[in-house]
C-alpha cells in the first residue's frame, strides 16, 4: 500500500460512515454532534479531504480533522460524566457513552495517531 493511501481510503468510505448514519442512524463518523445538522457538514469537510491531492496537506488535513473529532469526543464523554452526579441528585438518568460514540472515538484516536507517528514524514516534506 503506497503510504499516503490509507489517509485516502480513510475519507474515501465517509459516503458509507455518511449511508450508515442515514439509513441505520448509527453515526460513527462524528458522534459528538449526536443529531445536530453540523454532522452533515462534517461529512461534507470529510469529503473535501479527499479531494486534496498534495499529500502533506492532505495528511495535515486528516491529522487536524481527526483532533478536532477526538476533542469533540473527549468532551462528550467527560461533560455527561462531570455532571452525572448533579443529574442523579436532581433525579435525571446520566447520558452514557453510545456504541456509536465508542466506535468514533476508537476511529478518529487511530486515525489522529496512524497520521501522527506514521506520517509524519509527509508533514515535514
Known sequence: MHRHSAIRI???????FAALDLALDFN????ALGESAWRWAWYGACLACLAI???????LAALMESSLNFLLLTLSVMLPV???????YLGRTPQVLTP????NFMLSGGVAIFVIHRRLSILRD
Do not use: F, Q
Open 28 to 31: 460513527v463518523r462524528i458522534a
Open 53 to 59: 491531492r498534495v499529500p502533506r496537506w492532505r495528511a
Open 82 to 88: 462531570i455532571t452525572a452526579p448533579e443529574a442523579v
Open 10 to 16: 480513510y475519507y474515501a468510505l465517509t459516503p458509507l
Open 100 to 103: 456509536g460514540a465508542l466506535i
